[in-house]
């Protein structure tokens, strides 16, 4: 009896196993999949809580009632898009990137999803839409709901669905000129016109922004939902701010119609008179993102970007089966922004874009004049920022400035003409407006003309010849006020039309093995352009003018080497292949000592050739370091902690000993961040500091930020006590320890 019971026992085991496993049959009450929103939390969930949350959805929440709230939350790891790389046409990229951003989301979301969706069930929360484009949701819920979600263990953050206002402003709406415009002559866009005959033909032009009056004479050729004078809106028109619900383009604030007209308004030197676009023989699509008031929420504006990395017939929503890649745009003009250039809320989107062939282009903002007032997205480094310059070539007093909050590289990347540019309006008539909104679109007009005179080219190459085609204004080189300079759609399309190249390869007679990272200078016809070698030692200066250049190659441990007289024609490549010659090797080695003793060593002190690719090397317990290095100049830096660093400028020509006495630092780290110079109501007051800690005795080390950038943790960590002052009430701030400096 009893063993004949054992195998019932082990049966009911098994299902009691599988039912754990796999849960509750369907129809049955389920476990939330995550944080039980019925239960309360506690100090310390709710501290966790908050420590997911910024700070603007923080202060919303504490102040917020019972009414539902929006938010955006994220999930940590985005999808790799690596791969797109190595696919051969954009039509490839696109679909790569499409597929792999909807496996991911709908792998890393499945438990997230499957949590909202049980407590959509319960009414717990109003609605939750995931996205592709970027690993996270758009969120609408009670504020109670949403301190249960930030306790799940796949959410990283949760934000505000933030509110973005598009900056315009109209000068008058008289009659148009029945020529080019001067901000089209002023770029030279009517002489490729003239010159090539290209216009845009067989590229596609988007815009992010308040709608497209279709129908508006300049503009209505050139829809790609035209089919000679029917009109088919599939894959052409998108408004995410009524998720679809109205399937033509419309306009009901007038900024989207007049950057769309500047990108592709009339038709070049055809009989239409009002030829305001820069590449009219473009086709264009639109998203509506924005309303009638200008403004667009992040969540519009991730669906704006999921349905042009692929476009969908009418009614469809961004990733639906039938959305489709292939009709993805080339080219993106985005006259939008956020005041927070740090803000990275977009930066999933840019990259998208960028690994599926499709270029960015964002104005800078309107925040000028003031350093480093540049907006967000244009801040970020995959984004192609542009300011505004009147029609006599000077920065306009409200282009915002760079350089990037989020990178402090140099920003804007181009400028373009942005006062009193006339372009289209709703109800078939024209207005000049003034903003980088408007300076935006002569760029993405003018990578149009490029891409028609290449289809081939890449965007990392349209984006670099239109800067080293640009004018240069203010400072020589690239500066915070022009960026590199206002664009010369002219020059930039001979670049490709009139396109030799030089290409080669880098090796050393000491190895004849290939010399990667070597810079190859190019000089000549009116360029002067830089290189470097591959990890195979190849090179390549293509889009070359026709002409005599010369060819100058670095590497370090080998002699320059220059080639002249290097004949570059159209349409050929000219091989130039060059072995540098070896430098003598030499050694260098020594000690480093405590500057006041003089005698004690420092160990794990870091010596570091500067300016080359050798390695740093540490010193051991004697203090004692040794290594290896080409005949020449040299700078050579000696680095410990607590003690200021110490350099050295020598030249080597034989073995060589050099010690280095480091001064220990001085109790004190004093951080100006006052930013002064770039408020009124914010004076300097640096000099009171300064005199409070001199008139007491104290030793310290000044740190300007606006001269050396934001000390780091490595560096403020050394010092006992750090006095970080704003010269603001409220912003000043005193780190005394490493755990408060690392928060």
Same mark, same amino acid.
């Given at each position: 009896?009893?063993k004949r019971?054992?195998?019932?026992l082990?049966?009911?085991?098994?299902?009691?196993t599988?039912?754990y496993?796999l849960?509750?049959?369907?129809?049955r009450?389920?476990?939330?999949?995550?944080?039980?929103?019925?239960?309360?939390?506690?100090?310390?969930?709710l501290?966790?809580?908050?420590?997911?949350?910024?700070?603007a959805?923080l202060a919303?929440?504490?102040e917020a009632?019972p009414e539902?709230?929006t938010?955006i939350?994220?999930l940590?790891g985005?999808?790799d898009?690596?791969?797109?790389?190595?696919?051969?046409?954009?039509?490839?990229?696109?679909a790569?990137?499409?597929?792999?951003?909807?496996s991911?989301?709908?792998s890393?979301?499945?438990n997230?999803?499957?949590?909202?969706?049980?407590?959509?069930s319960?009414d717990?929360?109003?609605?939750f839409h995931?996205?592709?484009?970027?690993?996270g949701?758009?969120?609408t819920?009670s504020p109670d709901?949403?301190?249960h979600l930030?306790l799940h263990?796949d959410?990283?953050?949760?934000?505000l669905?933030?509110?973005?206002t598009?900056?315009?402003?109209?000068?008058?709406?008289?009659p148009?000129?029945?020529v080019?415009?001067?901000?089209?002559?002023?770029i030279n866009?009517?002489?490729?016109?003239?010159?090539?005959?290209?216009?845009?033909?067989g590229?596609?032009?988007?815009n992010?922004?308040t709608?497209?009056q279709?129908d508006h004479?300049?503009?209505?050729?050139?829809?790609?939902?035209?089919s000679? #004078?029917?009109f088919?809106?599939?894959f +052409?028109?998108?408004?995410?701010t009524?998720? %679809?619900r =109205? *399937?033509? &383009?419309?306009?009901?604030?007038?900024h989207?119609?007049h950057?769309?007209?500047t990108?592709a308004?009339?038709?070049?030197p055809?009989?239409f008179?009002d030829?305001?676009g820069?590449?009219p023989?473009?086709?264009w699509i639109?998203?509506?993102?924005f309303?009638?008031?200008g403004t667009?929420?992040a969540?519009d504006?991730h669906s704006?970007?999921?349905?042009?990395?692929?476009p969908?017939?009418?009614?469809?929503?961004?990733g639906?089966p039938?959305?489709d890649?292939a009709q993805?745009?080339d080219?993106?003009?985005n006259?939008?922004?956020n005041?927070n250039?740090?803000s990275?809320?977009f930066?999933?989107?840019?990259?998208?874009?960028r690994?599926a #062939?499709i270029?960015p282009?964002?104005? +800078?903002?309107n925040?000028?004049?003031n350093p %480093?007032? =540049? *907006?967000? &997205?244009?801040?970020?480094?995959?984004?192609?920022a542009?300011?505004a310059?009147s029609?006599?070539?000077?920065?306009?007093?409200?282009?915002s400035r760079?350089?990037s909050?989020l990178?402090?590289?140099t920003?804007?990347?181009?400028?373009a003409?942005g006062v009193?540019?006339?372009s289209a309006?709703p109800?078939?008539?024209?207005?000049e407006?003034?903003?980088?909104?408007?300076?935006?679109?002569?760029?993405?007009?003018?990578?149009?003309l490029?891409?028609a005179?290449?289809?081939?080219?890449d965007?990392?190459?349209?984006?670099?010849?239109?800067?080293?085609?640009?004018?240069?204004?203010?400072?020589?080189?690239?500066d915070p006020?022009y960026g590199h300079g206002?664009i010369?759609?002219?020059? +930039?399309?001979?670049?490709?039309?009139?396109? %030799?190249?030089?290409a080669?390869?880098?090796?050393?007679d000491?190895t004849?093995l290939?010399?990667?990272?070597?810079?190859?200078?190019?000089?000549?016809?009116?360029?002067?352009?830089?290189?470097s070698?591959?990890?195979?030692?190849s090179?390549?200066?293509d889009?070359?003018?026709?002409?005599s250049?010369?060819?100058t190659?670095r590497?370090?441990?080998?002699?320059e080497?220059?080639i002249?007289d290097?004949?570059?024609l159209?349409?050929?490549?000219?091989?130039?292949?060059?072995?540098l010659?070896?430098?003598?090797?030499?050694?260098?080695?020594?000690?480093?000592?405590d500057?006041i003793?003089?005698t004690?060593?420092?160990s794990?002190?870091?010596?570091?050739?500067?300016g080359?690719?050798?390695a740093?090397?540490?010193t051991?317990?004697?203090g004692?370091y040794?290594?290896t290095v080409?005949a020449?100049?040299?700078r050579?830096?000696?680095a410990?902690?607590s003690?200021a660093t110490?350099?050295?400028?020598?030249t080597?020509?034989?073995?060589t000993?050099?010690d280095?006495?480091?001064?220990?630092?001085?109790?004190?780290?004093?951080?100006?961040?006052d930013?002064?110079?770039?408020?009124?109501?914010s004076?300097?007051?640096?000099?009171?500091?300064?005199?409070?800690?001199?008139?007491?005795?104290?030793?310290y080390?000044?740190?300007?930020?606006?001269?050396?950038?934001?000390?780091t943790?490595?560096?403020?960590?050394?010092?006992a006590?750090v006095?970080?002052?704003?010269?603001?009430f409220?912003?000043?701030?005193?780190?005394?320890?490493a755990?408060?400096a690392?928060?």
């Amino acid at each position: 009896m009893a063993k004949r019971f054992l195998p019932f026992l082990f049966a009911f085991a098994l299902l009691a196993t599988a039912f754990y496993l796999l849960g509750a049959p369907a129809g049955r009450s389920q476990a939330p999949a995550g944080p039980d929103w019925q239960t309360p939390l506690t100090e310390t969930e709710l501290e966790k809580a908050a420590s997911k949350m910024d700070e603007a959805l923080l202060a919303q929440l504490r102040e917020a009632g019972p009414e539902p709230l929006t938010i955006i939350v994220r999930l940590g790891g985005e999808a790799d898009l690596s791969g797109a790389t190595r696919l051969d046409s954009d039509t490839e990229r696109a679909a790569f990137v499409y597929n792999r951003l909807q496996s991911h989301a709908a792998s890393s979301q499945a438990n997230l999803r499957t949590y909202l969706e049980n407590a959509r069930s319960a009414d717990q929360l109003v609605n939750f839409h995931p996205y592709f484009i970027f690993n996270g949701l758009a969120v609408t819920a009670s504020p109670d709901f949403l301190w249960h979600l930030a306790l799940h263990r796949d959410v990283e953050r949760l934000s505000l669905n933030e509110t973005y206002t598009i900056d315009q402003g109209a000068i008058d709406g008289g009659p148009t000129p029945a020529v080019p415009g001067n901000n089209i002559s002023q770029i030279n866009a009517d002489d490729v016109w003239s010159s090539y005959g290209i216009t845009g033909t067989g590229v596609v032009v988007a815009n992010v922004d308040t709608g497209v009056q279709f129908d508006h004479p300049a503009l209505v050729a050139s829809y790609r939902g035209n089919s000679g #004078g029917s009109f088919n809106h599939n894959f +052409a028109w998108f408004d995410a701010t009524t998720d %679809g619900r =109205v *399937g033509f &383009p419309y306009d009901d604030n007038g900024h989207g119609t007049h950057t769309m007209g500047t990108t592709a308004g009339g038709d070049g030197p055809g009989p239409f008179a009002d030829d305001i676009g820069v590449a009219p023989g473009a086709r264009w699509i639109a998203v509506k993102a924005f309303t009638a008031a200008g403004t667009a929420t992040a969540a519009d504006l991730h669906s704006a970007y999921e349905w042009l990395l692929a476009p969908c017939p009418a009614g469809s929503l961004p990733g639906s089966p039938s959305c489709d890649p292939a009709q993805a745009p080339d080219i993106i003009n985005n006259s939008w922004g956020n005041n927070n250039g740090s803000s990275v809320e977009f930066l999933a989107d840019v990259i998208a874009l960028r690994a599926a #062939g499709i270029l960015p282009v964002f104005s +800078a903002g309107n925040s000028g004049p003031n350093p %480093g007032t =540049v *907006g967000a &997205p244009a801040s970020f480094a995959e984004s192609f920022a542009v300011g505004a310059v009147s029609s006599g070539d000077l920065v306009a007093g409200f282009s915002s400035r760079g350089p990037s909050p989020l990178t402090n590289e140099t920003k804007p990347d181009v400028s373009a003409p942005g006062v009193e540019v006339r372009s289209a309006i709703p109800g078939n008539g024209y207005a000049e407006f003034n903003g980088t909104s408007m300076a935006a679109p002569h760029v993405t007009g003018a990578a149009a003309l490029m891409l028609a005179a290449d289809p081939a080219i890449d965007i990392d190459t349209i984006e670099q010849l239109l800067i080293e085609t640009a004018v240069d204004l203010g400072p020589a080189g690239p500066d915070p006020d022009y960026g590199h300079g206002r664009i010369d759609a002219f020059a +930039a399309v001979q670049r490709v039309v009139e396109a %030799g190249a030089i290409a080669g390869s880098i090796a050393g007679d000491d190895t004849s093995l290939p010399i990667a990272g070597a810079e190859i200078q190019v000089e000549g016809a009116g360029l002067n352009l830089s290189r470097s070698s591959a990890a195979d030692g190849s090179y390549e200066a293509d889009y070359l003018l026709p002409g005599s250049y010369t060819v100058t190659v670095r590497s370090y441990g080998y002699a320059e080497a220059v080639i002249t007289d290097v004949i570059v024609l159209q349409e050929q490549t000219t091989t130039v292949d060059v072995t540098l010659n070896a430098l003598p090797r030499y050694v260098i080695n020594g000690y480093v000592f405590d500057a006041i003793t003089t005698t004690i060593p420092i160990s794990g002190a870091l010596v570091s050739p500067l300016g080359t690719p050798l390695a740093s090397v540490t010193t051991d317990a004697t203090g004692w370091y040794s290594l290896t290095v080409a005949a020449g100049d040299l700078r050579l830096e000696a680095a410990a902690f607590s003690y200021a660093t110490g350099i050295t400028d020598t030249t080597i020509l034989t073995n060589t000993q050099i010690d280095f006495y480091l001064d220990p630092l001085p109790p004190i780290l004093l951080v100006d961040d006052d930013e002064g110079a770039l408020r009124s109501y914010s004076p300097h007051v640096e000099s009171h500091y300064l005199q409070a800690l001199d008139a007491n005795g104290y030793a310290y080390t000044y740190w300007d930020i606006e001269k050396e950038g934001s000390p780091t943790f490595d560096t403020i960590r050394q010092y006992a006590a750090v006095v970080w002052f704003g010269g603001e009430f409220g912003r000043i701030k005193d780190i005394s320890d490493a755990a408060q400096a690392e928060a």
